[in-house]
């Protein structure tokens, strides 16, 4: 089953919506200083918590205290791998070298497409799954965040020794 979802965030926060055909299908909100979010779906609550550094990883957390899905980052090719609880595994990838295009998929018959604009995009996928959609969101926050802080750590002492 295709389907064509639009996201959309604000520019200075961490705060998604997801729509299908106009209606809000569900929220994912970030913490502003950790890599954590809650998600607010229709099948219920969820807290996606992430943890560790030189081997970091992201547990998707439902209301019952049970993780259903781990998420193990791969920095240096900005990648990740998403384990369900069921055992399947997918993939998630950048498309291209402007970061504003990424996918999630198991390579069998589950394909996520998700493409960015400024603080909106759209989601092309052929699965009726809202967490995958959930797990691809806060992957593109949690690099995002990431590049960000590096960005801070490389110019900001460019700019003081300019300054002095």
Known sequence: MEQLLNWRKGVFDSNYQV????????????STWKNTAIATTQG?????????FSHPKTKLINNKNEVIAVIN?????FKAKIKLSTGEELEWSFQNTWLSRWSINNHTDKQLLFNAATGNGLIHTNVD???LVVIGLFIREYYA???????LIVFLP?????IF
Do not use: T, V
């Open 44 to 52: 219920g609550i969820y807290l996606l918590k992430s943890e560790g």
């Open 145 to 151: 965040r990431i590049l960000i802080l590096l960005l």
């Open 129 to 131: 799954d809202d967490l």
């Open 158 to 162: 460019l700019s003081f020794r300019g």
């Open 73 to 77: 980052y791969e920095w240096l090719a």
């Open 19 to 30: 729509f299908n055909k106009g209606l809000l299908r569900f929220s994912l909100n970030f």
